[in-house]
T-cell receptor, first 116, second 110 residues
Framework: EAGVAQSPRYKIIEKRQSVAFWCNPISGHATLYWYQQILGQGPKLLIQFQNNGVVDDSQLPKDRFSAERLKGVDSTLKIQPAKLEDSAVYLC??????????????FGQGTRLTVV | LAKTTQPISMDSYEGQEVNITCSHNNIATNDYITWYQQFPSQGPRFIIQGYKTKVTNEVASLFIPADRKSSTLSLPRVSLSDTAVYYCLVPLWGNTPLVFGKGTRLSVIA
């Protein structure tokens, strides 16, 4: 079974530039998450989708971050304009998303963003 | 969402059993306890989930007392490759936001 695919793996940009990350979840997974993980900290949930609807985006800095999940499959996360403090690993994860016990989420390898 | 508290770090020698305890005093009736493992430069990986008593799989055991206000992840005979950060989460069910805390950084020493 293919895992969660993310691209690019690494990205270096200057502050005030824009950047986009792409995520392809596991086939059939209704729930998709984007996390930001700063070095030494736990992953911070930015946004959670259920199919193509937003379940939670309370921690997404909406003045500069945006995310979409067209057709309930692939998703993109964009930052515009980037700040130095956005340097982090951006992780995408997916899960079946049913209202059942199994909340196992599968993570991609992440995109390491460096803002200089 | 139930708030969880776990030690920031632990050290262990190879071959020992490691127990990481997580407290979740305000766990709700429908909450399950889930543990994830994260190696450096990788995303977290689900390792075990339970509701009560004991759950065991090929990776770990999870012990949950009757009051469910805490849980203990047990890793038998750890090796250097078990060095990772271990997160305790208490999600409700499928659509609950999956919120990670700081986790426990386990260092296994030869």
């Amino acid at each position: 079974e293919a895992g969660v695919a993310q691209s690019p793996r690494y990205k270096i940009i200057e502050k005030r530039q824009s950047v986009a990350f792409w995520c392809n979840p596991i086939s059939g997974h209704a729930t998709l998450y984007w996390y930001q993980q700063i070095l030494g900290q736990g992953p911070k949930l930015l946004i959670q989708f259920q199919n193509n609807g937003v379940v939670d985006d309370s921690q997404l800095p909406k003045d500069r971050f945006s995310a979409e999940r067209l057709k309930g499959v692939d998703s993109t996360l964009k930052i515009q304009p980037a700040k130095l403090e956005d340097s982090a690993v951006y992780l995408c994860a997916s899960s079946l998303g049913r209202r059942e016990v199994n909340t196992e989420a599968f993570f991609g390898q992440g995109t390491r963003l460096t803002v200089v | 969402l139930a708030k969880t508290t776990q030690p920031i770090s632990m050290d262990s020698y190879e071959g020992q059993e490691v127990n990481i305890t997580c407290s979740h005093n305000n766990i709700a009736t429908n909450d399950y306890i889930t543990w994830y493992q994260q190696f450096p430069s990788q995303g977290p990986r689900f390792i075990i989930q339970g509701y009560k008593t004991k759950v065991t799989n090929e990776v770990a055991s999870l012990f949950i007392p009757a009051d469910r206000k805490s849980s203990t992840l047990s890793l038998p005979r750890v090796s250097l490759s078990d060095t990772a950060v271990y997160y305790c989460l208490v999600p409700l069910w499928g659509n609950t936001p999956l919120v990670f805390g700081k986790g426990t950084r386990l260092s296994v020493i030869a």
